[in-house]
């Protein structure tokens, strides 16, 4: 058992590796898609803690990163803020204000909390488009300052994609973390069986809430390193389309595990930009392969993969105490 | 059996990233393929001009998604410059090619989409989209970049940045000129003093929505009162009783095609059959005129192009446009034809294509008469100098008057 | 092993409870005492309201009238998971584990529970967890395995040592022998006699008679949610009104007998 | 007065259309228990269905709208088996995914078959219509509203009264229980995917003058029309319809009398706080959950 962990460790810290290094010699375009992808993760990662782990199924978290990115946009630029501090506000602002709306939307159930997220998300589009104070309205808001600390400015793309990379790193090991945590088990309590979770002691208003405000957390990040990274910011980016493409990615992937996540989101982003060639047909290659994908997959990769592994497993077990 | 999706994760990875190292060395049969949807045109042409290589200009506009229309024009118009120039002896005795990007409608794909191009070093320049978002999401990729980009946006907002983007021209007129004239003539020469405000809270419409309210002000009218919806709405009963009740004697609409066709049609079936009507320059555009028909007659509109103006390079642009397509020749498709030209004309100037020689060049170009208007590039903002009254009459959009100015310096 | 301890102070207490659905009353003025290391019998013909019962006490429903108290506490009112963690806890007809995890972290789902309890002894684990799993017949299996791969017995087991892991003062059975053979029948007679060893109130649902009869230090019967009586197995099996209750429903005392 | 007759007037005419697409969406709702996210696309696609019969082929409109109507069962029925039917046992958010890629499909193909430019056909009723009490409609709306009343009565009658209909209704119940008494199930579910694609695409036909067809169309209504079935309750016909006319008005009058820019939020917040009073809509009977 431990030999395995051990390992899978070194296994995992070899593609870590092998993804560090992946930016040397790479230009400019395919560095951006990286750190998009990057970050798209990290929310992608946000919907995997709140319907891989807790079962509730969101469509707000692209407006929720939208809140994190506006937040830090705002704290740079208008309050003055240095951009670290507004990363950790932004992170902190963006959770409490997901954690407070989960005590009101999870007074609801199942997919009636989808229901409500939706209008979440409309209606934040709508303030992102129109709160002209706020987020500069449809103009959007520009000149953000590159991401910097202890007076380094992170100008070059390949320097925010190692920053971007470490954030997602510690993030990940935060959600292991948290998925062998008692809160994490309280999720997937809640999510494979609410009332018998009662039964256990598990508050599920309160956890609900919780789950919802890391997912908020990690939206957060998420927001403030892409106003970090694109220097821009307008409503065009935090759409509901956007929410529908983490869904899709954290399912074409698997929900079992914050890798299925990265699957995901890695295949979906660089996909887009594979397709790019084929110009005017690329978005219907795209839908199709979307559809093709969980038609065949229902369980997303990272299932398909563990039922595969699973089968092949018992077959070699079993083989040999049947002879 | 973790070790097992870790083993498939970095097999992916390590398989996806090395197939972007490819794609990102820029030579890859990836490039290929573009070339061949993007210029047909130019493939046919180029035996009778000369078998040098191409010079690239990259065209970064929206193919995909809510805002594929504008694609569609830049293609379309994309191929016809393309074969006109190469068939003229190309540029500098090398063909052009034109190389498109698709930029989604989103700013994530915008920068995408530009940054593709621009990690291109074989192209020159690129041609920046239809939409102010858009371009101001590349202002900064243009700086770092150092690739001379075109905006076609034309927001004031857009004019300052690209004033301050040495890399970033906006080849158009900026509406501020346009919509004043427009103004001055319904008030100084019709006479119209009251006036309610329907917008858009798009990018474009709020600011022209801005300009209408100024060039008001400078006259010392406000609006009577101003609404503004979001894109996308198909009902305006409560805008349009809002607008009634404080009786205006004309109403001022900014917004986009299909809007301001929706909003023509209810105004005309509410009753208000002789409403003037003074518009931004979608609701002079052949989309816009093609959908509302009859509803749109007596609209003015500050157009800076409709498909037969009097201007002589394009009306033939237009009319080849609407012989090969089928369809009118809109803005978008004309706005395409002059960046390119223009740019074919810095690269003529500079006599090469070294990037920053281009870039300089283009500062040099005063007095460029393109098919849609005069250009001044002498500073980088609001390049193009001038723009039309449009009147609409039969479902066809009449030019009224000719605007022009000389850019202050 | 009948050792009846009767102490001063009941655990749990039901106090007229009365809960209706629509025009069916499902428990009708039910009033009863549970005291620490006894196992009290909950009977009665299918539909006759026992489950109900459970779901009151623990709070899945609410009360319409009377109370429910836990030691000198009122928790008519209170929700689910705080009265689950006052120390009510249940196991389900059928078996509601967390489907999708090993059976490690179903298991350590009750410690956690233990942990929110702040019981001091909470987070020493380990060795109960071992004991519990060796009574329940279970510590052959990998912890890492997915609850998927235990049988349907295995499950339920999995469920009361999750549920003792907790530390309960109450704890409720619905139904554990349902659908077991033989063998596993014995391992829940011994973990039932673990919980009442320890003090803990336990509360059996049960068809089977012949281990309600064994096991129990009391019983009450129910028909269409009301008590027809409350006393010692052996007074309970001579009352003719039970007799009747089961024939006319369907005769399910004599077929277990 | 006449101001308020007149939005009244407008928030219903817009409110049946969004009832009449929120119909075609409980359709399936019932009978598969998953929210269609291809609905609107099946607007956009019946749309222009009727534009090719209408404009291109120059046929009359009526004929056109019949005939995209027949075109979009067929559609429907395509669509339930590539995207629904072979993940019918799986979790409902895979169903929601590949109808989302279907819904992309949809987008781009029509893109590539009829352009991005928008266009319109020819409305069934021209002139607008001065009503008695003060207000005007729409010719088209008044046509949409017969239409509209026209294809609830049928999906009313075709449910309650004939055999298919009773077919339908038990699979929607229980489909393990409708295969065991010997119901086909994967006919009478593709009766259903047909008979809301079919009723929604004669909501593209007829909306097309109106809103102007566009391969994005059916976002923006699909948007409203998710809150009519939300607002009204979802799992009863008469609930989309109802929720469909209270979205209209609220859009209206909160125009009118809040804030024009913020239609489409006001409407969402009408949804939130219906789903905080009553999660289980306005008309529809609670949903009991099993314990």
Known sequence: MKNKKKSSIIVLLTALAVFALAPLGMGNYMLRVLNVALITYLCVLSVYVLLGMCGQNSFAQAGLWGVGAYMAANLVLRAGFPPVIALFAATAGTALFAFVLGFAFFRLRQYYFTFASVGLMTILNGLFMNWEPVTGGALGMQNIPKFSVFGIMLESEKANFYFILIICVLTFVVMRILFYSSIGRSFMAIRDNEIAANCMGVNSLLTKSIAFGISGALCGIAGALYAFLSGYLSYQTFTYQQSTMYLIMIMLGGTISPVGAIIGTMIISLLQEFVRPLANYMQLIYGAGIMILMVVQPEGILGGGKALYETLHKRKRTGPDAA | ?409 | MKHYINEKEPVLTLHNVVKRFGGVTAADHVSFELYGGEVFGLIGPNGSGKTTLINLITGIYSADEGNIMLGGKKVTKLSTHTRSKLGIIRSFQHPRLLGRCDIETNILVGVDLAVRRRLPQARDYQERMNILLETAGLSGVNLKDSTERLSYGQQKMLEIVRAMLSYPKVLLLDEPAAGLNRSEMNYIRALISMATNEGIAVLLIEHAMDLVMEVCNRITVLNFGKQITTGLPSEVQENTAVIEAYLGGGGQLAANQ | MGQIMQLFVSGLSTGVVYGLIAMGMVLIFRAVGVMNFAQGEFLMFGGYLCYTFNQLLGWNIMISLILASVGMGVVGVLFMRAAYWPLRKAQARAIIVSAMGASMVFKEGSRLIWGSIPVKVDRVLEAPVKLAGGGIIQGQYLAIMIVAAILMLFVYLLLEKTFVGHVMQATAQDQYMASMVGVPVIFSIAMTFALSAMITGIGGGLLAPLFFLNNTMGATAGAKAFAAIVIGGFGSVQGAVLGGLIVGLVEVFGGAYISTTYQLVLIYIVLIIVLMVRPQGIFSSKIQEKA
């Open chain 2, 1 to 409: 059996m973790k070790k097992a999706f870790v083993l498939f994760l970095s097999s992916m990875v390590s398989l996806s990233l090395a197939a972007c190292g490819a794609s990102s060395s820029g030579n890859a049969p990836v490039m290929e393929d573009t070339k061949t949807t993007s210029s047909a045109a130019a493939a046919d042409n180029t035996g009778s001009t000369t078998s040098e290589e191409p010079i690239r200009i990259g065209l970064a506009t929206v193919l995909t998604g809510e805002r594929a229309m504008e694609g569609e024009y830049a293609s379309n118009a994309a191929k016809i410059i393309t074969e006109e120039i190469n068939s003229s002896g190309g540029i500098l005795g090398r063909p052009i090619e034109i190389v498109i990007e698709d930029g989604l409608g989103t700013d994530v794909g915008a920068v995408n989409a530009y940054r593709k191009l621009a990690d291109d070093s074989s192209i020159v320049a690129i041609v920046g989209s239809d939409n102010s978002n858009d371009n101001i999401a590349i202002a900064n990729e243009a700086k770092q970049a150092q690739i001379l980009s075109t905006a076609q946006g034309s927001s004031p907002t857009l004019r300052d940045i690209c004033n301050e983007n040495p890399w970033l021209f906006q080849l158009r007129a900026c509406e501020e000129t346009m919509i004043d004239a427009l103004i001055g003539y319904a008030v100084e020469e019709l006479g119209y003093t009251k006036f309610a405000l329907i917008h858009d809270t798009e990018t474009n419409s709020s600011d022209q929505a801005r300009l209408f309210t100024m060039a008001l002000e400078k006259r010392g009218i406000k609006p009577l009162a101003t609404v503004s919806f979001t894109t996308g709405t198909k009902d305006f009963t409560s805008h349009i009783t809002k607008m009634q009740q404080v009786q205006p004697e004309a109403i001022i609409g900014a917004c986009l095609f299909n809007e301001a066709a929706i909003i023509a049609e209810q105004i005309r079936a509410f009753g208000m059959t002789d409403m003037p009507i003074f518009g931004s320059n979608a609701w002079a555009d052949p989309v816009t005129i093609g959908l509302g028909g009859e509803a749109l007659n007596g609209v003015c509109s500050a157009a800076a192009w409709v498909p037969n103006t009097t201007n002589e390079k394009g009306a033939a642009f237009s009319q080849k446009y609407q012989e090969l397509y089928g369809h009118e020749c809109a803005k978008a498709a004309a706005q395409i034809y002059d960046h390119v030209s223009i740019i074919c004309e810095a690269i003529t100037i500079a006599g090469n294509t070294d990037r920053a020689a281009i870039r300089d060049a283009m500062n040099q170009i005063t007095d460029y008469h393109g098919a849609i208007t005069i250009y001044d590039c002498s500073t980088n903002g609001d390049c193009g100098r001038g723009g039309l009254v449009v009147r609409i009459e039969n479902e066809v959009a009449v030019v009224l008057q000719e605007i022009y100015s000389e850019k202050d310096k």
